[in-house]
């Protein structure tokens, strides 16, 4: 029986692995699914992913988000931003003039003058509530343009609430997708007053107003039904498919960026964001013989990461690629040598983290050195997979790299076989997803 789906998303959906699991995981079982995300300049407003699905983009932008009344406030920015343009060398065509679409608020570039004293207050109040006026847009767009379904599944506190109306509009099921602790998590982390008061409420309300709530492992669900006051939380790992590397192990990183055949491959993947052990794995690669630490991803921090690995000091150490589609990461994780999966312990979600690197590299067969914290240690143990370490310690971390890379070629092979055993037996999405389609199933009271 054909069922209906909708995935809401807080982004654009271009490197979302979970949702593109869900989605392949119900177009391939003859359900109809719809991605709405967020659309950006440059991307298709609606697509056909290759896989089948359809890729719904909604704008969510902070001025659209202000309510009527808001309107005073909307046209001092809008007339700021024109001002702003007109002062600039370039001019509007410059690619540093504030693009108006999904930025929100840019910052000025040197030569133009400072704002104005209501330039100045109107900045400050759409800082401080850009998430609110981003989520009324996204609604708002969401409603116009989103179909009727019989589940909405809600990715993040930015995706619930979308969901949650979809669902009010249509009939359908809910279900909030929480993948972190976001109240304790990155920026809402130090996020302080009101503002994190109210979201953190708001998000409170959503979970409770849900169907269901599920989120990717234990340490989060357990936390996270004592914080929402909600029934624990179903449990669907984000693991990879099933995969079987091939013999003899791919070479990519060496084709790529032209490494001797003796150079061992540490591998970070995944965003490039603070806190994730990315300084730490390039302070730790320089007590690591015959090796370079490869980062292969996208985010913020990927300027400084270009500098670092432009320094004499880094020369044949550190490396940095882009991101590659989410049906080939996996692939090219199985030709690292070993993963590096090191959240610092600065905030509790980053402490029950189990982060898809982990996973990934599990199912590539790769070695692993990750954080002794709870979302990731008591698997590395249990399956033999990966060397929990302090990730604050540099020595510890290359010294677990060593262990690895030195160890005899029966001992690495071993360390490979485990990971892919645990990876074949448990921590795949075949089965975590079974979980996840029993519950669309008990909701909804149809067969997913």
């Known amino acids: 029986m054909r069922q209906r789906c909708v995935l809401v998303l807080p982004s654009t959906g ?10 392949r995981t119900l177009h391939e079982r003859g359900h109809d699914v719809t991605v709405v995300a967020r ?10 992913h290759p896989i089948g699905y359809r890729i719904q983009r909604v704008d969510a932008d902070t001025l659209d988000g202000i309510p009527l009344v808001g309107g005073v406030l909307r046209e001092v920015v809008r007339g700021l931003r024109r001002r702003r343009r007109a002062s600039s060398p370039a001019g509007a065509g410059s690619p540093s003039a504030t693009n108006g679409t999904t930025a929100g608020w840019a910052h000025p570039v040197a030569s133009e003058a400072p704002p104005s004293r209501a330039g100045r207050l109107a900045e400050s109040i759409l800082r401080r509530v850009r998430i609110f006026l981003m989520l009324r847009s996204h609604r708002r767009n969401a409603l116009r343009q989103a179909p009727a379904a019989d589940i909405y599944h809600g990715m993040a506190y930015m995706g619930i609430g979308v969901a949650l109306a979809l669902g009010r509009r249509h009939g359908g099921k809910v279900l909030y997708d929480s993948r972190d602790i976001y109240m304790v998590a990155a920026n809402l982390a130090k996020l302080r007053g009101p503002a994190k008061w109210l979201l953190a409420r708001a998000e409170k309300r959503w979970a409770q107003a849900a169907d269901r709530v599920l989120t990717v492992n234990v340490p989060y669900a357990e936390e996270l039904a004592r914080r929402f006051d909600v029934p624990m939380p179903l449990v669907v790992m984000n693991c990879s498919y099933r995969f079987t590397p091939p013999e003899p192990r791919e070479r990519r990183f060496h084709e790529a960026l032209g490494l001797t055949p003796e150079t061992r491959v540490v ?8 806190e994730r052990g990315i300084e730490e794995l390039v302070k730790a690669i320089h007590q690591v013989p015959n090796a370079a630490l490869v980062c292969m991803g996208y985010g913020v921090l990927e300027p400084k990461l270009r500098d670092w690995a432009a320094e004499p000091r880094n020369a044949g150490k ?20 070993v993963v590096g999966a090191l959240f610092q312990p600065t905030t509790l ?4 983290s189990t982060p898809n690197k982990f996973l990934e590299a599990m199912a590539a067969g790769v070695p692993t050195v990750v954080s002794d914290d709870p979302g990731m240690a008591p698997i590395a143990r249990d399956a ?8 604050l310690d540099i020595d510890a971390i290359a010294a677990a790299i060593r ?16 990971a892919l055993a645990a990876a074949h037996d448990r921590y795949n999405w075949e089965t975590q997803v079974q979980g996840l389609l029993e519950e669309y199933a008990r909701l909804t009271g149809k067969p997913w």
């Open 14 to 23: 271009e490197f979302d692995s979970r949702t593109y699991r869900i989605a």
């Open 39 to 48: 659309w950006k300049a440059g991307l298709a407003r609606e697509e056909i």
């Open 267 to 274: 591998l970070y993947q995944g965003g490039f964001s603070p």
């Open 318 to 337: 550190l490396y940095v690629l882009p991101a590659v589609d989410p049906t080939e990461v996996i692939p090219w994780v199985a030709c690292a040598d």
């Open 349 to 352: 979600n980053h402490r029950l």
């Open 384 to 391: 033999g997979c990966g060397i929990p370490v302090d990730p």
């Open 403 to 418: 262990t690895i890379l030195d160890a005899p070629e029966d001992e690495r092979r071993a360390w490979r076989e485990r």
